[in-house]
C-alpha cells in the first residue's frame, strides 16, 4: 500500500480552551510522528491555534484555515463547507476528527473520536440553545463515519446504547500518559523528607457541572475543620459551574483555602503534581478521565469517583469512592492525607499501572484505525475482536 495522506481534523482546538481533547491532539499528533515518517499529514487548524501543534517533520503540514473557532456557529459551517474542500485539494485519503465533530458531506472516508456521550446521559449540564446542535451535528458524525474511535469501553458502550451502531464499527483506543508523569514519580521518591509534598489536595478538572466539584467543595469544608493546614487546588478550564464555584468558595469561607487557577501550561501543572500531597477526583460521569491516570503514574497517592470508566482504569491503584455520598468522599479525603501505608501502597502502585498506558500505544492503534479506514480489505472481524480483546484486557488489569 502507499503512504497515506491523513488530514486531521483540529478546527475545534482552542489553546486553553477546550479542556482535555487539547492535551489528547497534542501529544497523540507528537506520538504519530515518532513513530510514523512514512504517511504525510495535514492538519487543519484555525485561527487561534499556533503553529506549534503540528510536529516539526517533514511528513506533517500545518493547512491554517481561516475561521476563529471560539465564534462556534463559524467553525461548523467552515467544518461543513470548506474543510472538505480543503480536504479533497489535497486529495486526502482519510480524514481524522478527534474532536467528535466532522463534516456531513466530505466524500472520504472519516475516523471521528468519541471522548464521551455527555450530551446523552447529562443533557441537563448543557446550555438549552447548544444542546440541538450537540445532539444533531454528534449523531450524524458518528453514523456517517467509516469507523469511530472510543476512548473507553464505557464511552463505546454508550455509543452502541444511544447510536444503535454496530459493534464493529467502534474501536477501542485508551488514551496515554506523557513520561514526564513517570520522571515526577521517580523525583517524588527521591525527595529528602523536608523537599517532601505540600499539604495541598490537587484536583485537575475543568469547572462544569458533572465534575461535581460544588460537593467537593463542601466536603473539603468540613474536612479542614480537623485539618486547617490543608488547601484545595482545582486547575482547569473556567467551564459552565465557575461562578457558581466561586460563591460557594466565598459562602463556606474557603477563600484563602481553595484556588481554582484556570488553564495553566503543562510545565506549570507538572510542578503541582510534584508537590501535591495527594489527588482527588470526584466527578459523577467520565468519558475517560485523563487526570486521573496522571495522577497515577506521578506517584501522587489519589482518590477518584467510583464510576466507570475510573474505577476499570485505575483499579487497586487510587482510593475510590461513591461520589454521591459526602460521607464517603470525606472518609476519602482523610484516608488519603493521614494512613501512611495506604499512601506508601498507592505511591508505588499507580506508576505501576499506569505504565499500561501510553501515548505510543494509543498513536499505534490510531494509525489502524486510519488504514482500516482508508483500505477497509486490510482489516477483518478477526481483527477487530483482536483489538477489542486487548483493550478490555488493558482496561481489567
Keep these: 500500500m502507499r503512504p497515506l495522506r491523513i488530514g486531521v481534523n483540529a478546527l475545534y482546538l482552542i489553546p486553553g480552551g477546550v479542556g482535555g481533547t487539547e492535551i489528547y491532539l497534542r501529544h497523540l499528533l507528537a506520538a504519530l510522528a515518532e513513530m510514523d515518517r512514512a504517511n504525510q499529514y495535514y492538519v487543519f487548524t484555525n485561527l487561534e491555534t499556533g ?69 446523552k446521559r447529562h443533557p441537563e ?28 469501553e464505557a464511552t463505546r458502550a454508550d455509543l452502541e446504547n444511544y447510536y444503535r451502531l454496530p459493534r464493529e464499527k467502534i474501536r477501542v483506543v485508551p488514551e496515554g500518559v506523557a513520561p514526564r508523569f513517570a520522571e515526577i514519580a521517580r523525583a517524588r521518591r527521591a525527595s529528602q523528607p523536608e523537599l517532601g509534598p505540600e499539604p495541598f489536595l490537587l484536583t485537575a478538572s475543568t469547572l462544569h457541572p458533572h465534575k461535581n466539584l460544588d460537593r467537593l467543595l463542601r466536603v473539603f469544608a468540613e474536612f479542614r475543620r480537623a485539618r486547617s493546614e490543608y488547601r484545595l487546588v482545582i486547575t482547569g478550564v473556567r467551564g459552565f459551574d465557575t461562578e457558581k464555584l466561586e460563591q460557594l468558595r466565598g459562602a463556606l469561607g474557603l477563600a484563602e483555602a481553595v484556588e481554582f487557577t484556570g488553564w495553566i501550561d503543562r510545565e506549570k501543572l507538572y510542578t503541582l503534581f510534584e508537590r501535591a500531597w495527594a489527588f482527588v477526583y470526584p466527578s459523577s460521569f467520565e468519558g475517560f478521565g485523563l487526570p486521573v491516570l496522571e495522577a497515577l503514574a506521578a506517584g501522587v497517592p489519589a482518590a477518584c469517583s467510583r464510576i466507570e470508566p475510573l474505577a476499570g482504569m485505575a483499579g487497586d491503584a487510587a482510593l475510590l469512592f461513591d461520589s454521591s455520598n459526602d460521607a464517603a468522599m470525606l472518609e476519602a479525603l482523610v484516608r488519603i492525607t493521614s494512613d501512611e501505608a495506604l499512601r506508601a501502597k498507592l505511591a508505588a502502585a499507580g506508576p505501576e499501572r499506569a505504565a499500561l498506558f501510553s501515548w505510543s500505544n494509543t498513536a499505534r492503534l490510531t494509525l489502524d484505525v486510519l488504514l482500516d479506514a482508508a483500505h477497509p480489505s486490510r482489516s477483518s472481524p478477526g481483527d477487530e475482536v483482536s483489538i477489542v480483546n486487548k483493550n478490555q484486557r488493558l482496561e481489567q488489569e
Aim: hydrophobic letters at 50%; charged letters at 15%.
Design 125 to 152: 449540564h448543557f446550555r438549552w440553545f447548544e444542546l440541538p446542535f450537540w445532539r444533531a451535528l454528534l449523531f450524524w458524525s458518528a453514523h456517517l463515519a467509516t469507523l469511530l474511535i472510543a476512548v473507553s
Design 51 to 119: 503553529a506549534d501543534l503540528a510536529p516539526e517533520q517533514a511528513n506533517f503540514t500545518t493547512v491554517r484555515q481561516r475561521v476563529n473557532a471560539a465564534f462556534r456557529p463559524a467553525r461548523i459551517i467552515w467544518e461543513q463547507t470548506v474543510l472538505p474542500l480543503s480536504a479533497a485539494a489535497r486529495d486526502i485519503d482519510v480524514l481524522f476528527n478527534p474532536g467528535f465533530t466532522g463534516p456531513l458531506m466530505c466524500g472520504r472516508p472519516q475516523v471521528t473520536v468519541f471522548h464521551d456521550l455527555q450530551h
